[in-house]
C-alpha cells in the first residue's frame, strides 16, 4: 500500500484488500452432495445403533473460533456506535475479557513471519496493516511492528479504542488533553528557541512506558485513558486493534498527528503547572504525515469470520 495516513491504515481504503481466496462454490457443492450420499447408508445404521441402546447421542457442540467470538461481541458492544458514544462499563468489560482471550496462534500470527524482520538498508522499517473487518459501527486489524517500528504520535477523536498486545514488548506514550487550557494559546518562544510554535495545546502524560505480552488490553476513551499516542516496537510485536467507530473524514473523526514537546521548553502566557508536575506535561502541536511513515496493507490469513 505503500506511504499513508493512519486514517488510511485503519479506515475504508483497506477494505479493498484482497482477501484470502475462498473456496469455489460449485466445487464444495459436489464435494458437499457426494459425501451426503456416501454417508446416507452409515447415517441410518447410526441412528439405529443408538436407539438400541436406549438413548440419541447428540453430536458436539460447534465451537465459536476466537476470532468469530471478538467479531459479534464488536456487533453488540458498538450497535450504538457514534462519535463521542462510550459503550456502557458492562459492554466495556464484555469486550475486553474476549480481547484478553486472543493469542497470536488465534490469528495466525507467528513472530518468524516476514513482516517482523525488516530490511536492513531501510532506515524507518514498515509497518504492516493486516485487516480483519470494517463497518461504519467498528473496524478490527492488527499492526505488526517490526523491531525499532514506529506508529507515531496520533489522535483517535471520538473514538473508543482496544489495543491487545499479542506479542513482544512495546514502548507506549500517550497523552490526554488538558481541557481547561486554552486550545489555541499562543507559545512565548523561550531564548533558545528560534521557531515560533501558534498552535500548541497542553496535554498530560497518560502512559509512558513498556508494555510485554502477555498483558491487559488497553482501552482509550474519547477524552480519556490517553487518546492521542505512539507505539515504538521496542521488540517484534503485533497489536490487535479495535475501534469503534473508526476513522471517518465526513463524520469529523479526522487522524492528526502530532510533536510533542516538553512542558519546559515552551512558556504560554497564563498557563502554569507545580514544579512537580512539569515533567508530566507535555505542548502537543499538530504536523503534517511523518514522511518517513510507511505502511504496507496486507490480508488477513487466520480464521474467517461469518458475518451473521
Known amino acids: 500500500m505503500g506511504r499513508a495516513t493512519l486514517a488510511d491504515i485503519?479506515?475504508?481504503?483497506?477494505?479493498?484488500?484482497?482477501?484470502?481466496?475462498?473456496?469455489?462454490?460449485?466445487?464444495?457443492?459436489?464435494?458437499?452432495n457426494a459425501n451426503k450420499n456416501r454417508n446416507n447408508t452409515s447415517d441410518s445404521r447410526g441412528k439405529k445403533s443408538r436407539r438400541r441402546h436406549g438413548k440419541?447421542?447428540?453430536?458436539?457442540?460447534?465451537?465459536?473460533?476466537?476470532?468469530?467470538?471478538l467479531f459479534d461481541t464488536c456487533k453488540d458492544v458498538f450497535a450504538l456506535s457514534g462519535t463521542?458514544?462510550?459503550?456502557?462499563?458492562d459492554k466495556i468489560e464484555q469486550l475486553r475479557a474476549v480481547l484478553d482471550e486472543i493469542h497470536p496462534a488465534?490469528?495466525?500470527?507467528?513472530?518468524?513471519?516476514?513482516?517482523?524482520?525488516?530490511?536492513?538498508?531501510?532506515?524507518?522499517?514498515?509497518?504492516?496493516?493486516l485487516h480483519i473487518h470494517e463497518c461504519e459501527k467498528f473496524s478490527m486489524g492488527i499492526f505488526c511492528l517490526p523491531?525499532?517500528?514506529?506508529?507515531?504520535?496520533?489522535n483517535h477523536p471520538g473514538m473508543t479504542v482496544f489495543s491487545k498486545l499479542l506479542f513482544g514488548t512495546m514502548h507506549i506514550k500517550s497523552y490526554d488533553w488538558v481541557v481547561d487550557v486554552s486550545s489555541n494559546a499562543s507559545a512565548v518562544v523561550t531564548p533558545s528557541e528560534t521557531v515560533q510554535h501558534p498552535a500548541v495545546r497542553l496535554a498530560k502524560v497518560k502512559v509512558d512506558s513498556d508494555l510485554t505480552a502477555p498483558c491487559n488490553t488497553s482501552i482509550l476513551y474519547p477524552a480519556d485513558g490517553g487518546?492521542?499516542?505512539?507505539?515504538?516496537?521496542?521488540?517484534a510485536c503485533a497489536v490487535l486493534d479495535v475501534l469503534g467507530p473508526p476513522y471517518s473524514d465526513p463524520e469529523g473523526r479526522h487522524c492528526a498527528y502530532y510533536y510533542d514537546y516538553p512542558f519546559t521548553k515552551?512558556?504560554?502566557?497564563?498557563?502554569?503547572?507545580?514544579?512537580e508536575e512539569k515533567d508530566?506535561?507535555?505542548?502537543?502541536e499538530e504536523r503534517e504525515k511523518p514522511e518517513d511513515l510507511v505502511v504496507v496493507g496486507a490480508s488477513y490469513t487466520g480464521l474467517e469470520i461469518v458475518e451473521k
Open 10 to 32: 485503519k479506515g475504508k481504503d483497506l477494505s479493498a484488500l484482497a482477501k484470502e481466496t475462498k473456496t469455489n462454490t460449485g466445487d464444495t457443492n459436489k464435494v458437499s
Open 56 to 69: 440419541m447421542i447428540m453430536p458436539a457442540a460447534v465451537l465459536v473460533s476466537p476470532v468469530q467470538r
Open 84 to 89: 463521542g458514544i462510550v459503550p456502557t462499563p
Open 106 to 129: 488465534n490469528i495466525g500470527l507467528t513472530p518468524r513471519m516476514p513482516c517482523f524482520s525488516p530490511p536492513s538498508y531501510q532506515r524507518a522499517p514498515p509497518i504492516t496493516y
Open 147 to 154: 523491531p525499532s517500528g514506529v506508529l507515531p504520535l496520533h
Open 227 to 235: 487518546n492521542m499516542h505512539c507505539f515504538t516496537a521496542v521488540t
Open 266 to 275: 515552551l512558556s504560554v502566557d497564563g498557563v502554569t503547572v507545580p514544579e
Open 280 to 284: 508530566k506535561h507535555a505542548w502537543l
